[in-house]
């Protein structure tokens, strides 16, 4: 009988064993077509098959800027960050300082982000944007930080970041009115209280690289909507520029001659950019030639402009091309470049600004000139 007893409890775990694997490879065959190929790579950091299926890649070495950092209520550096369901078909991340709201007197300039990722990668919950963003949003004194969750290419290629970015923007004017359908989702009381703390007639756009191209093409949105009062309360003070993508078919000569690093190579500005795009755009169109940029907004009313630039940005001569174009299309444009062994959003490489001295440097002008620029507006 115990041999019985054995042979049947033998018999359960191979039909256990049988079932667990039957089930394994269900689930591994129904997350990976056997037939489908890469079809497009972008540098480690994309990946685009032939049944159309995206998969989104850390190259080596930047993980630690792509964790995830998850929200917090607790302050940590006098900031507590919620990730909000905004109802306009975008989420939004709000980094929001204890300070704000303690002088109800005076109210305070709104930040509304929009990150870079050449359309197609990134999160504003990475730590590379954590890092720098929750700490600034401490230090310019600001009701908070809006970060908005873009939708990416190329599932979804432009304009849909820009529809999203002024979503974000339609939230604004939502929290400005006050009502009970912005409060959702377990954030009322941190909602409520950057809505009192709020200056909603001094919102600045801010972007890095990419999300700089949306600081441009988010403010002409607004520029064309602003009169029939769509926005209102809401009224754009300035944009931000940092590092924006702009660039050619024909490449520029800081392209040709500076470094490539991990956050930009030419590699990743023809194939982000490719897959980012409307289909049938290419570089030499409104989202990134600096002229033709600068031309589609002749006509609109834009809010001034920071343009910053980093010495040794493969993108440094389409930027400072853009702000002449800009100037010379009657618009205000204020450009200061970062001088030194500086590139493509350094400002965002944490462990550079750590043990770089001159990163550190750079860094803490590039925040005092945002500082000085809202302050001004
Ligand atoms: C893979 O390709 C073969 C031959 O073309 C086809 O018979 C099979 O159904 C395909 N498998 C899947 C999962 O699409
Ligand atoms: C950085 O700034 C400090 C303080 O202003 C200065 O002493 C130092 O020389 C600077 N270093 C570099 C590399 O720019």
């Not at 995830?68 to 006098?78: K, L, Q």
């Not at 720098?132 to 600001?142: I, W």
């Not at 820009?162 to 359908?181: E, K, M, P, T």
Request: net charge negative; proline share 7%.
């Amino acid at each position: 009988m115990p041999e019985m007893g054995f042979q049947r409890s033998w018999g359960t775990f191979l039909v256990v064993v049988a079932a667990i694997m039957a089930r394994l490879v269900a689930t591994t065959m129904a997350q990976t077509n056997p037939n489908r190929t890469v079809v497009e790579e972008a540098a480690g950091w994309l990946r685009v098959y032939s049944d159309g299926t995206v998969e989104r890649l850390t190259p080596p070495g930047a993980e630690p800027f792509t964790a995830i950092v998850p929200p917090y209520a607790e302050p940590r550096g006098g900031v507590t960050v919620h990730d909000i369901t905004t109802g306009h078909g975008v989420d939004v991340r709000l980094y929001l300082p204890e300070a704000a709201g303690e002088s109800p007197h005076r109210r305070r300039p709104v930040l509304v982000h929009l990150h870079g990722g050449g359309f197609c990668v990134s999160r504003p919950s990475w730590a590379l944007y954590h890092n720098f963003y929750a700490p600034l949003a401490a230090e310019l004194g600001v009701a908070g930080i809006v970060s908005v969750y873009l939708p990416l290419a190329p599932e979804h290629r432009l304009p849909a970041a820009i529809d999203a970015g002024h979503a974000a923007l339609l939230w604004l004017r939502d929290v400005a009115h006050g009502g009970s359908n912005v409060y959702g989702d377990g954030h009322s009381a941190a909602v409520e209280r950057f809505g009192h703390a709020a200056d909603f007639s001094r919102v600045f756009l801010i972007g890095d690289s990419s999300g700089g191209n949306l600081v441009h093409l988010v403010a002409a949105r607004a520029g064309d909507e602003e009169k029939p009062g769509v926005l209102h309360p809401v009224k754009l003070a300035g944009g931000v520029l940092l590092h924006p993508g702009f660039a050619r078919e024909q490449k520029s000569r800081s392209e040709l001659e500076n470094p490539p690093s991990m956050f930009l190579t030419p590699e990743m500005i023809d194939k982000l950019l490719a897959l980012g795009l409307p289909m049938g755009v290419n570089k030499d169109g409104p989202y990134t030639s600096p002229e033709l940029a600068a031309m589609a907004v002749a006509h609109v009313r834009m809010p001034p402009l920071l343009l910053m630039v980093a010495e040794k940005d493969l993108l440094h001569d389409p930027q400072l091309d853009y702000g002449k174009a800009m100037e010379h299309a009657g618009k205000k444009v204020e450009t200061v470049v970062s001088r030194g062994d500086v590139a493509h959003i350094f400002y965002l490489n944490f462990f550079a600004v750590q043990s770089d001295q001159l990163t550190a440097n750079r860094t803490k002008e590039l925040v005092h000139t945002i500082k000085c620029f809202i302050d001004r507006h």
